[in-house]
């Protein structure tokens, strides 16, 4: 999936501390996810985006901020990080048509 | 509300015997996409095949191919001869074309034997 870049892929937090997740793809694409995925609950999508400038909320939105100033770039903020936050973050993006769904390769992301 | 459901959380198959995981899906937009992802031990998600809701045809890539049942709203994948390397975590996924948010179902891990 050389198309979607994620960073950083490794990354572990202090309860309360704030932290970027970059998202970059280079195929143009028009949509863009962020998803979670947590053991037993395969990926729960967080917030996602139709183009450059729009988000929009998904399942489990809660702590979460993100910003498509670019079109290329999706990111996702943590404000203030909570254990609970311990997870996989996978970013996808798609075509307009929707039927090619890329994926980054996913930042493991430990809050302690 | 769109919902996937796979009810196979794991699943066992003989090197070179073909496999069925099963997935419901729940929609009331007639126009969508299902999607069936590998993710191996390594992490990643990797795109196997697709089937649009319009699509006459079942979807085939390779040793993989999609049972398409509209009417019972099912979107079982099917892999054939399987091998080792196709050990991994299977993910059923549905997108809908309004606001192309794509939905995921909870998995089921497939282990193939020798």
């Known amino acids: 999936n050389a198309g979607v870049t994620q960073t950083p892929k490794f990354r572990v937090l202090k309860t309360g501390q704030s932290m970027t997740l970059l998202c970059a793809q280079d195929m143009n694409h028009e949509y863009m996810y962020w998803y979670r995925q947590d053991p037993g609950m395969g990926l729960r999508l967080i917030h996602y985006s139709v183009g450059e400038g729009t988000t929009a909320k998904g399942e489990v939105p809660d702590g979460y901020n993100v910003s498509r100033l670019k079109k290329q770039n999706f990111l996702l903020g943590l404000e203030s990080a909570a254990p609970s936050q311990t997870s996989v973050y996978f970013c996808?993006?798609?075509?307009?048509?929707?039927?090619?769904?890329?994926f980054g390769e996913g930042s493991w992301l430990t809050v302690v | 509300a769109q919902k996937i459901t796979q009810t196979q959380p794991g699943m066992f198959v003989q090197e070179k015997e073909a496999v069925t995981l099963d997935c419901t899906y729940d929609t009331s937009d007639p126009s969508y996409g299902l999607f069936w992802y590998k993710q191996p031990s390594s992490g990643e998600m990797i795109f196997l095949i697709y089937?649009?809701?319009?699509?006459?045809q079942n979807a085939t890539e390779g040793r993989y191919s999609l049972n398409f049942q509209k009417a019972r709203k099912s979107a079982n994948l099917v892999i054939s001869a399987s091998q080792l390397g196709d050990s991994a975590m299977y993910f059923c996924?549905?997108?809908?074309?309004?606001?192309?948010?794509?939905?995921f179902g909870t998995g089921t891990r497939l282990l193939v034997s020798p």
């Open positions: 089937q649009g809701s319009y699509d006459q």
């Open positions: 996808a993006s798609s075509s307009a048509t929707g039927n090619t769904i890329y």
């Open positions: 996924a549905m997108i809908i074309s309004g606001f192309q948010k794509l939905v």
